[in-house]
């Protein structure tokens, strides 16, 4: 357990469907981030927040919409997805933006887009 | 574009044996980061050293950064059958030290 936790575990979902992803951080900090991680390819930054505020969208496609209502809580609304849109989406956070400090992940949900 | 590059993509050991997994990358870095992943799982930060550090120890963990050759290694002592995960390198740069990660090296021990 690294005190991040995210649901649903597995998500299949029709490319006509809306649904969200939530992550949840017991550990107190102040950054939180939205990762994708697809088969043979680098683990993809989507979204970055510190303290509330987005601080960086990495050229995602607006039919992904992160929200952030408080510093332990994030969401990744999904509508209208791709087929390749599906992946392993890891949410992680870290004691604060700034300065040299690990990230916690948590376990990630598999989500499949049919 | 990708920073941080593993090698070798795939290892496989027996158990007792040692593991090294090579980091290269492109540019410069405030500090480097290893994480483990098992199947399907989230990542688990394992050690991180920063860009004036040369080598740093966590149990059966050595990690070493060289700047000029812009490499770093991780070495596994004495490798378990639990040792069996992915392992990423990932490179903090930047205004606030932006992490990325590379593509993984993925570890099998057999016991």
């Known amino acids: 357990e690294t005190g991040v936790t995210q649901t649903p575990r597995h998500l299949v979902m029709g490319m006509t469907n809306k649904k969200s992803l939530k992550c949840e951080q017991h550990?107190?900090?102040?950054?939180m981030y939205w990762y994708k991680q697809s088969a043979k390819k680098p683990l993809e930054l989507m979204f970055v927040?510190?303290?509330?505020?987005?601080?960086e969208n990495n050229s995602v496609p607006s039919r992904f919409s992160p929200e952030c209502p408080n510093s332990s809580h994030l969401f990744l609304h999904l509508h209208t997805l791709q087929p390749e849109d599906s992946a392993l989406y890891l949410c992680a956070s870290s004691q604060e933006l700034q300065g040299a400090y690990e990230q916690y992940f948590g376990p990630g949900t598999r989500l499949t887009v049919t | 574009s990708q920073q941080g590059e593993e090698d070798p993509q795939a290892l496989s050991i027996q158990e007792g044996e040692n593991a090294t997994m090579n980091c290269s990358y492109k540019?410069?870095?405030?500090?480097l980061q290893w994480y483990r992943q098992n199947s399907g799982r989230g990542l688990v930060h394992l050690i991180l050293i920063r860009s004036n550090e040369r080598e740093k120890h966590s149990g059966r963990l050595r990690v070493t950064l060289d700047t000029s050759k812009k490499s770093s290694s991780l070495l596994i002592t004495a490798s378990r059958a639990a040792d069996t995960a992915s392992y990423f390198c990932?490179?903090?740069?930047?205004?606030?030290?932006?992490?990325?990660f590379g593509i993984g090296t993925k570890l099998q021990v057999i016991p």
């Open positions: 990932a490179t903090a740069s930047g205004g606030y030290q932006k992490v990325t």
């Open positions: 540019t410069s870095i405030n500090n």
């Open positions: 927040y510190s303290l509330e505020e987005r601080v």
């Open positions: 550990l107190g900090h102040n950054a």
